[in-house]
């Protein structure tokens, strides 16, 4: 099996089986991490370049780290110190990466739609790696394959999201993946962040915290960032724990097995409180790992599926 | 030079003709409407199965210059308009610099004569540099030529600018166009807030920021008795609140644009820029309440807010896109082909909306064919289908979001002044 189109803009434009895919191959790249020599010759010969026009920690160093594991060349282009400050457009520097021959780029953006312009202007398969509000697809890739590790199947789980959906394109490629692969997404948070409209893509919106977890097999916590709180859109980070931030008491709503996961980087006490991040029902280190394994997956089966970027016509 | 327009279904609202008749058209002037014209000596247009009503009128257009000849300019302007069935368009002030004394509305003026192939009316700004601080020259405005007032491209954020505006305005006896979003609301949204903006993760830009406002304005208008027209309205509310406004004797009317009674939020999908207009595009409630309000007489008129933009402004990441989409050569087939067509409005409504109304806004007594009055003349066929392929726009600018739709009524002859500048849908 192939992937269809040469890229990865979101989990919104791929079939449940093509997600199922990168999944298990997901599992083989997460077999090779786990062993003493992490380094394969998937990638040998490719270039792989990581174009982050916001900051970023983990999802960058772990699409780095997947191309090097996979001997890949590898390079980053952060927008602070490229011609992006010369006032270079995206296609434009685009253009110039694709002509040096790169086969993958790795697009981080603020604006929503950054990836999918990137996307139509250059040969490389481009990979969303979080474009504005819209869509993270390798965040929601690897929390998927940590639900599937631990459950063994999505089908039938009930999954809440708690948080700022409205900014979240965590939330968004979630809300796509899982209910393509079969969970009833349930999500809350304080009004003025939850998307309108949002249950026509078949999740459930609950104004309470405690009816979204309510017997949920599991809880997502998703980042509230401060300056949502600078433009009103929730009165205080104090306020906004006490009404949906996630505690040992309200995990107990829960299904007794359930599993806690959030996207980092966490803002303990506010979201989830720090023995909830700490405590054995929390994968998010575990889903760190996965990530690293779920980029490998992806970034293989897009450098396989067609012939790679030769630079000249 | 005599033209005979021959057997052509003549719609007039003005004069309420509406029967099959020959035009005589002696130098520039409609001569003669009977039947059996003889037709020695004159140039003659066959128009059997045709309609002929008159020229358009667009009371909402961009025409970029001074300032964005980039995008467009007189020439290529009117050009566009000419094509698309327009013999009288009035241009916006936010060109730079800005129109908003009298130097720079005769330059437009002046300009619109050596370059432009149909008549141009100049809008002045309602404020110095659309800044919305100080009152621009109103007086002098409307004295050099220019045919109604606006901001267009912003609102008059401050409520009590407006009033004043609204105030001194009606001394002048000259109507305020309003660009109604109330900027607080709005925040930054990129297009209508609602399940497209959900799920493309665009900032959405709510209905009410474009209601709020209208209510101020009509408030505003039955306060100060002014004359105001609002500007491209696009909500079911918007649309209620004129209607209720109107019930109460406000000396209002209304415009809507093609785009607004033809297309959805949904046309943003796969982040298509060419979509991306101000007000944004609505939902599929809001297209059926602008048609009830064109049907119900709410809406007075249908404008294009031709709104030209280089390939470099559309062709980036959807928020750095600029706003607008050019409509000359789209707006009559798509008013033929989303409103007369399935029966919303008869053709005469439609000449009321495109020709009538907006001459009788903008004071300009155009919009009309009757005996003594210039030629300015469509011609069309109802019943030929095409497909619009936006590289033969006459505009410098493509920015259309209608490229492939299939439409009819195309324009087949636009005759200014008794000259037809298309001819069999070539524009010379």
């Known amino acids: ?313 | 030079m005599k033209l005979l327009i021959k057997n052509g279904h003549i719609i007039d609202a003005k004069t309420g003709l509406n029967k099959v008749s020959d035009i005589l058209i002696d130098d520039g002037t409609v001569v003669q409407i009977e039947n059996g014209i003889d037709s020695t000596g004159c140039e003659t247009i066959e128009a059997k199965g045709m309609y002929v009503v008159p020229g358009l009128v667009d009371a909402h257009c961009h025409l970029r210059e001074p300032g964005f000849e980039y995008k467009e300019d007189i020439e290529s302007g009117t050009r566009s308009a000419a094509k698309g069935g327009f013999t009288s368009i009035a241009c916006m002030p936010n060109t730079s610099p800005v129109l908003d004394n009298e130097a720079m509305i005769s330059y437009v003026l002046n300009k619109a004569k050596a370059d432009g192939i149909v008549n141009v009316y100049p809008i002045g700004a309602v404020s110095k540099g659309l800044k919305g601080e100080e009152l621009s020259e109103i007086g002098e405005l409307k004295f050099s030529g220019a045919v109604a007032l606006s901001d267009d491209g912003r609102p008059v954020n401050s409520a009590a600018l407006m009033k004043k505006a609204m105030q001194y305005a009606s001394m002048f006896d000259i109507t305020i166009i309003s660009h109604c979003e109330d900027m607080d609301l709005v925040d930054e949204g990129l297009m209508n807030e609602g399940f497209y903006s959900s799920i493309l993760g665009l900032k959405g830009n709510p209905a009410p920021a474009e209601e709020v406002m209208i209510s101020r304005d009509l408030i505003l208008a039955e306060y100060t008795k002014a004359t105001i027209h609002i500007a491209h309205v696009t909500t079911e509310l918007g649309v209620d609140l004129i209607r209720n406004a109107k019930r109460r004797g406000v000396n209002v009317t209304a415009e809507t644009c093609p785009h607004y009674f033809s297309l959805t939020d949904q046309a943003c999908e796969g982040f298509n820029t060419n979509a991306k207009v101000n007000p944004p595009l609505r939902t599929q409630k809001d297209v059926e309440a602008i048609i009830e309000g064109l049907r119900d007489g709410t809406i007075d008129i249908i404008s294009t807010d031709h709104a030209p933009h280089h390939k470099d402004e559309k062709n980036v990441e959807f928020k750095l896109a600029a706003n607008g989409m050019v409509g000359f050569e789209t707006a009559f087939p798509l008013a033929i082909t989303y409103l007369v067509k399935p029966g919303h409005l008869s053709i005469e409504d439609l000449v009321k909306k495109m020709c009538l109304n907006p001459s009788n806004m903008l004071g300009i007594n155009k919009g009309s064919i009757e005996l003594g009055t210039c030629a300015d003349i469509l011609i069309f066929d109802i019943n030929e289908q095409y497909t619009v392929d936006i590289s033969t726009l006459e505009s410098k600018s493509k920015n259309s979001p209608f490229h492939g739709f299939k439409l009819y009524g195309q324009p087949q002859y636009t005759i200014v002044r008794g000259n037809p500048i298309v001819r069999e849908k070539v524009l010379l």
Do not use: C
């Not at chain 1, 999201?161 to 809350?188: F, Y």
């Open chain 1, 1 to 313: 099996m192939n992937l269809k189109s040469k890229d990865l803009l979101g989990l919104r434009d791929i079939s449940s089986e093509e997600i199922e895919y990168i999944l298990s191959t997901a599992k083989t790249m997460k077999f090779i991490l786990s062993s003493n020599n992490k380094k394969t010759a998937h990638l040998q010969g490719k270039s792989i370049i990581t174009l982050f026009y916001e900051n970023s920690t983990r999802t960058r160093l772990s699409f780095e780290l997947a191309s090097k594991y996979m001997g890949a060349s590898a390079a980053n282009i952060s927008a602070s110190s490229s011609s992006v400050q010369k006032g270079e457009t995206l296609i434009d520097t685009g253009k110039t990466i694709d002509r040096m021959g790169s086969d993958v780029i790795v697009i981080r953006h603020p604006m929503s739609g950054a990836p999918h312009l990137l996307a139509q202007n250059v040969k490389s398969s481009v990979i969303n790696a979080g474009d504005g509000m819209n869509e993270h697809p390798t965040q929601a890739l690897l929390d998927m394959f940590t639900i599937i590790e631990k459950k063994g199947t999505l089908k039938g789980l009930k999954v809440a999201i708690v948080g700022d959906i409205l900014h979240s394109r965590v939330a968004r490629s979630n809300i796509w993946g899982m209910t393509k692969l079969g969970a009833e997404v349930g999500i809350s948070g304080p009004a003025t962040l939850i998307p309108p409209g949002i249950e026509r893509l078949g999740v459930k919106v609950f104004s309470t915290v405690q009816e979204a977890i309510l017997d949920a097999d599991v809880v997502m916590g998703l980042r509230i960032q401060l300056e949502r709180q600078k433009k009103g859109l929730f009165p205080t980070t104090r306020e906004y724990a006490r009404f949906f931030g996630l505690d040992d008491k309200r995990l107990k709503l829960a299904k007794e097995d359930a599993i806690v996961l959030h996207p980092g980087p966490i803002n303990r006490g506010v979201e989830l409180s720090s023995a909830v991040i700490d405590g054995e029902q929390s994968l998010i280190n575990e889903q760190v790992t996965n990530g690293v394994a779920v980029r490998m997956a992806l970034l293989y089966l897009l450098t396989r599926r067609g012939s790679s970027n030769e630079i000249i016509d």
